[in-house]
């Protein structure tokens, strides 16, 4: 099917970044909650993409990697990996955020007597 600019660039908005950024920033959250490392928040990052990707291609006929694979009537490969990687990189960068902002709040108020906020994300030691 072919597309026009804009209705891509809402899906993009509406799918990847309000739906999926949501929830990796809840999944951010989480994984800080856990006490867990960084590089989690990129491999579950990495697997939300995949069905983000799917929900995107299932309600907006958008490009899948794994359909690409499949069928001849799919958008190309190489368009569908852009995608995935594109969708990836904004999952990321919501879920580090929201556990960057998490883990400093953790820090802050369960040991306030050794550390005090710095910013958003960062804090220090008292003293």
Known sequence: MEWVLGTTVSVFIGVVVA????????????IAQAWSPWWHNVVYAALLAVAVQFLSYALFDG?????????????????????????????VIAALFAYRITLVRKMVVQYP???ERAGLFNWRSRG
């Open 63 to 91: 490009a899948f990697f794994v359909a690409s694979l499949v069928s001849s009537q799919a958008p190309p490969f190489g368009t569908a990996i852009v995608g995935y990687l594109a969708t990836t990189l904004v999952l």
């Open 113 to 115: 007597w050794l550390y």
């Open 19 to 30: 739906l999926g950024g949501g929830t990796a920033f809840l999944m951010g959250q989480a």
